[in-house]
C-alpha cells in the first residue's frame, strides 16, 4: 500500500491518497464534497472529476461508454472509478460539487395557540435548616406541585448533578422546566426556554430556532446531510449501512455532528446559549429517521420495506449525542410506512388548514421519491412514486443540481431561447425546474409529440447518434453547447409518469375524478421553485385550474415548529399518522396501464 | 392472399390492434398457412418496432402495445405449430422473472416478448420470485438461460441471493445469467457474477444470443 499526495481545485483542499483508495473515498475523507448518487457504484455518472496532473487508473468501460474520447483525453473520469497513480492535481467541476446550493428554507407561516410540552416555572425556594432538611429535590418538587399544581416527580441525572450548586448561588430562585411529570432543565436566570425544530432531509437540512414562551423563530439555518459523502440517496445509505454496524454508527455520528455545528450556528446569530434548548423536534424520511437514531435499516431494504419504527418517540438528547441541555427530549413525529416518513406526517400538519375544509385535496412532495397523498372525507391515502432523481439534473444529459449557473427558467419564443439561471452567471446546464419549462416549451411548440418524440425543428441536430434540441449554442458562451436529447424527454417522461400515476391510481383507489380535486399541495424545495403551468402542461399534475395549485415551501419544516411550541399539534400529527394508509402503488391492479399512459405528455 | 393476411398481422402488431391480430390468426390457421411463416411474420414486426424503441422514434407503450397484440395472437399459432407437428427452431431456453420483493414487470415483460420473437423459447415466471422458484423452474425446463429483473435498488440484492444459491446447488456453471431493471448497472452485473447486462430490452436480445454463441 503507497501514499500519493493530492489536491483537489478549486477548493483548494491537499492530502494523502490511499493508492487502494478511490479518488471519492479520498475526497469524502478529506472533506472534499463531491456529489455521489449512486454510492460509488459507477452508476450515475455525477461524480466528474477532471484530472489535471499526474497519472491514474485506466478508466473503467462505463466510464469509457459515458464520456467521449475527447473528454477522456482531457482527463475527464469519474471520482469513484479512479485510483491514483502518482501524485495529482485533480478539478473538481462545478456540477459534481455538493456544495454550495440554494437552501429552502422560508415556508408556509401559521399561527399557532402556544402550549409547548416544556413548561418553565419559576420557583422561590426557603433553604434548608435545621427544621427543614428535606433534600434538594424534594424542595422543588414540592414548590413545583403546590405552586404550579404540577404532579412533578422525575428529575433528570443531568440536572441533578448541577442542581445543587445552582440553587446556593442563586439564592434559591431559579427556573425549571418541566415536562410532563419530570424536571428536563433548571436555570438561575428568568430568560425563556428554547426549543429547536429540524427538517432532516436526504439532501438538505434546515433547522430552525424557536422561542417557547413567543413562539417566535429567533434564527434558521441550513446545512447539507453530510451523509450525502456516503451515497446521494436513501437506498446507497442503507447499503452502505448494512455494510457493518461501525458503518452505520457513522451515518448517525456525521449527521449529529452536523445538527451540532448547525445548533451552534443557530444560537450564535440569536446570541443565545445552546444550554437553554431545552425540547427539539426533528422530522424527516423514515430512513433519515432510523439512521438518526442508529435503528435498524436492514428490514426497510427487503420487502414489504416496513420501518422498525412507526410511532412517535422522545429521546434524551444526550442519547444522539445533541449539544443541547442534557436532560432534553428530542420529539420523532410518527412515520406512516417505510417510504412514506415523519416528514410527509410534518407536511400535513403544516397545511392542515389548507386541506381540512376541502374534501379532496392531493398532497404532494416531490423528490427522489415523491409521497403523494390523497385526503378524502378526513381518510389519508398516501403512496410513495419512484420519480427517480431526474428532476434533480441526474440521468439528464446537461442536468445539474440547483447550483449557480443552472438555468432555472426557460421560455421558447419563436426559434429563440430565453432563459434565466440561478446566480445570473453563465449557463453552464440545466435544473430541475429549468429541465421541466424546456420540455413544456417543447411540447407545447409542437417540437415534441405526445408520445415524446422529437420532430424536425431549426434547432434539432443528430449528435452522438441521437437527435437533440439545442438550447444554447457552442459560441454563445465559450463552452459546451446545452441540449436537450430525445434520451433527456425519455427519462422525463418516465420521471413525470411515476408521478402522474401516483395521483391517478390514488383517484381511482378511492373512486374520484381529477376534476372533482379542490386543491393541490406542493411542497419541498423543488416544487417551490417550479413553474406549475409547465407541470400541467407535460401531464405531471393534473389539468386543473392554475388557482387550486399551491406552493408551499418547506412545509416539513413548518410543521416540525408546529409540533415544537404545541402539544396539541403534536395529537393532531399522530391522528394524521394514524389516519393515514399507505398503498403500495406497483400493486395497484391497473398500475402498469396507467403508469404507461401517464408517460404521455400533455 | 396469403400475403393480405400475413401483411394484416404485421400491421395489426405494429398498430397494437390485440383484436385483429386474432382474428387474422384465426384466418391464418383456416386458411392453412405455414404457421411457421406466420410466426416469422409477427417476429419481424415486434423486432422493428423493437428497433424503433431502442432509436427513441417509439416510446414504451407501443412496444407494450405491440407486444400484447402479439401475444393475442401467439397461442392460436403456436397450437397450429403443435397440431400440424411443423418444428421451429428454438435458440434456446430461458427462464425470466422479476425478483423477490419487487413487482415491477413491464421491462421484464419486454423482455419476454422480444426473447420470444427471436426464437427463444422463454418461461416468464412473473414478478415477486423467490430464489427456490428460480431454481424450480431452471430445473424443470432445462434452461440456457436465466434472466432478472429488479427496479428498485432496494431488491438489486436478490439477483446476488440467486446467483449465490445457483453457486451453492452447483447449477451456476449450467446457466448462462442476465440481469437488467432500473437498478442494475454492468459494474453490479459484474460484481454479482451475472454473465452479461444491457440497460435495453433490445439490447437484452442480442446479449442473450452472444451468452449462448448464436
Not at chain 1, 256 to 283: P, Q, W
Not at chain 1, 313 to 337: E, F, M, Q, T, W
Not at chain 1, 427 to 455: E, F, T
Not at chain 2, 107 to 120: I, N, R, S
Request: aromatic share 6%.
Amino acid at each position: 500500500m503507497g501514499y500519493y499526495e493530492v489536491e483537489f481545485e478549486p477548493v483548494g483542499r491537499r492530502g494523502k491518497c490511499r493508492d487502494d483508495e478511490s479518488v471519492l473515498d479520498c475526497a469524502h475523507r478529506l472533506g472534499v464534497g463531491i456529489v455521489s448518487l449512486c454510492g460509488g457504484r459507477g452508476k450515475f455518472h455525477c461524480c466528474k472529476i477532471q484530472i489535471i496532473k499526474g497519472s491514474v487508473s485506466k478508466p473503467t468501460k462505463s466510464e469509457i461508454e459515458f464520456f467521449s474520447s475527447e473528454e477522456l483525453k482531457d482527463g475527464y473520469r469519474l471520482a469513484c472509478q479512479t485510483y491514483l497513480k502518482s501524485n495529482c492535481k485533480i478539478k473538481v467541476p462545478l456540477e459534481s460539487l455538493t456544495t454550495p446550493q440554494r437552501l429552502q428554507l422560508e415556508g408556509l407561516e401559521i399561527g399557532v395557540k402556544l402550549n409547548p410540552p416544556v413548561k418553565s416555572c419559576d420557583v422561590k425556594l426557603s433553604p434548608p435548616s435545621m427544621v427543614d432538611l428535606r433534600g434538594d429535590d424534594e424542595r422543588i418538587m414540592d414548590d413545583l406541585n403546590h405552586q404550579f399544581n404540577l404532579s412533578c416527580r422525575k428529575f433528570d441525572i443531568d440536572v441533578l448533578k448541577n442542581m445543587s450548586s445552582l440553587l446556593r448561588s442563586s439564592r434559591w430562585e431559579a427556573r425549571v422546566f418541566v415536562r410532563d411529570n419530570e424536571v428536563v432543565s433548571i436555570s438561575s436566570k428568568h430568560s425563556s426556554g428554547l426549543g429547536l425544530a429540524v427538517d432532516l432531509g436526504t439532501t438538505k437540512i434546515a433547522g430552525y430556532l424557536l422561542d417557547l414562551d413567543s413562539g417566535k423563530t429567533l434564527s434558521s439555518s441550513g446545512v447539507m446531510n453530510p451523509q450525502i459523502s456516503y451515497g446521494e440517496d436513501i437506498v446507497s445509505r442503507i447499503t452502505y449501512a448494512m455494510e457493518s454496524p461501525a458503518k452505520k454508527k457513522k451515518l448517525q455520528e456525521v449527521v449529529v455532528n452536523t445538527l451540532n455545528s448547525l445548533t451552534a450556528d443557530l444560537c450564535r446569530r440569536a446570541n443565545v446559549e445552546k444550554e437553554r434548548i431545552v425540547e427539539a423536534v426533528i422530522v424527516g424520511n423514515t430512513v433519515m429517521h432510523h439512521l438518526l437514531l442508529d435503528l435498524p435499516v436492514d428490514q426497510l431494504a427487503v420487502s414489504p420495506f416496513v420501518p422498525a419504527v412507526q410511532n412517535s418517540l422522545d429521546v434524551k438528547s444526550r442519547d444522539i449525542g445533541l449539544n443541547i441541555a442534557p436532560g432534553a427530549y428530542i420529539h420523532l413525529l410518527p412515520n406512516i410506512a417505510g417510504f412514506v416518513g415523519a416528514d410527509h406526517v410534518a407536511m400535513l400538519l403544516a397545511t392542515e388548514r389548507i386541506w381540512k375544509d376541502d374534501d379532496l385535496v392531493i398532497a404532494l412532495d416531490i423528490g427522489t421519491n415523491t409521497e403523494v397523498s390523497l385526503i378524502d372525507n378526513g381518510d389519508i391515502t398516501s403512496v410513495s412514486c419512484a420519480s427517480g432523481p431526474a428532476f434533480e439534473g441526474a440521468h439528464i444529459k446537461d442536468g445539474m443540481r440547483a447550483t449557480n449557473g443552472a438555468i432555472e427558467r426557460l421560455q421558447l419564443i419563436g426559434d429563440e431561447v430565453k432563459y434565466q439561471t440561478i446566480g445570473k452567471v453563465p449557463p453552464v446546464g440545466l435544473c430541475g425546474s429549468g429541465i421541466l419549462d424546456a420540455i413544456a416549451q417543447l411540447y407545447l411548440a409542437g417540437v415534441i409529440s405526445r408520445d415524446g418524440k422529437m420532430n424536425d425543428h431549426p434547432r434539432i441536430r443528430f449528435h452522438n447518434n441521437q437527435k437533440e434540441f439545442v438550447l444554447v449554442d457552442e459560441k454563445e458562451n465559450g463552452s459546451p453547447a446545452i441540449t436537450i436529447t430525445q434520451k433527456d424527454v425519455r427519462e422525463i417522461q418516465l420521471a413525470k409518469g411515476a408521478i402522474r400515476s401516483g395521483i391517478d391510481v390514488l383517484l381511482q383507489e378511492r373512486g374520484h375524478f381529477e376534476q372533482e380535486i379542490k386543491k393541490v399541495i406542493i411542497a419541498g424545495a423543488f416544487g417551490s421553485y417550479i413553474n406549475v403551468a409547465s407541470a400541467v402542461s407535460i401531464g405531471m399534475l393534473p389539468p386543473l385550474p392554475l388557482n387550486r395549485f399551491q406552493q408551499v415551501g418547506n412545509a416539513a419544516g413548518i410543521g416540525a415548529k408546529l409540533a415544537l411550541l404545541s402539544i396539541e399539534e403534536r395529537f393532531k400529527a399522530e391522528a394524521i399518522a394514524h389516519r393515514a394508509s399507505y398503498i403500495e402503488l406497483a400493486a395497484s391492479p391497473d398500475f402498469e396501464k396507467i403508469f404507461l399512459r401517464a408517460t404521455y405528455l400533455g | 392472399m396469403n400475403n393480405e393476411i400475413l401483411e394484416g398481422l404485421r400491421k395489426a402488431i405494429k398498430e397494437y390492434d390485440n383484436e385483429k391480430a386474432e382474428n387474422l390468426a384465426k384466418r391464418a390457421v383456416e386458411e392453412k398457412l405455414d404457421p411457421l411463416r406466420v410466426l416469422d411474420a409477427m417476429t419481424v414486426a415486434i423486432r422493428e418496432v423493437g428497433d424503433a424503441f431502442g432509436r427513441g422514434d417509439l416510446w414504451l407503450p407501443d412496444l407494450v402495445g405491440a407486444a400484447d397484440a402479439m401475444q393475442a395472437a401467439m397461442p392460436i399459432i403456436e397450437e397450429e405449430i403443435k397440431r400440424t407437428g411443423a418444428k421451429r427452431e428454438s435458440l434456446g431456453t430461458v427462464v425470466a422473472g422479476t425478483v423477490f420483493g419487487d413487482i415491477h414487470s413491464i421491462g421484464k415483460t419486454m423482455v419476454c416478448t422480444l426473447l420470444t420473437a427471436e426464437g427463444f423459447k422463454v418461461h416468464d415466471l412473473g414478478v415477486n420470485i423467490k430464489a427456490e422458484e428460480f431454481l424450480q423452474a431452471i430445473r424443470n425446463y432445462n434452461a440456457d438461460i436465466l434472466a432478472m429483473s429488479a427496479l428498485m435498488t432496494m431488491t438489486a440484492p436478490e439477483q446476488k441471493k440467486v446467483i449465490e444459491q445457483l453457486k451453492k446447488e452447483g447449477l451456476r456453471d449450467k446457466i448462462k445469467i442476465m440481469v437488467g431493471g432500473g437498478a442494475i448497472t454492468e459494474e453490479f452485473a459484474k460484481e454479482i457474477g451475472a454473465d452479461g447486462y444491457d440497460p435495453t430490452a433490445p439490447g437484452a436480445v442480442k446479449l442473450a444470443r452472444k451468452l449462448i454463441g448464436r
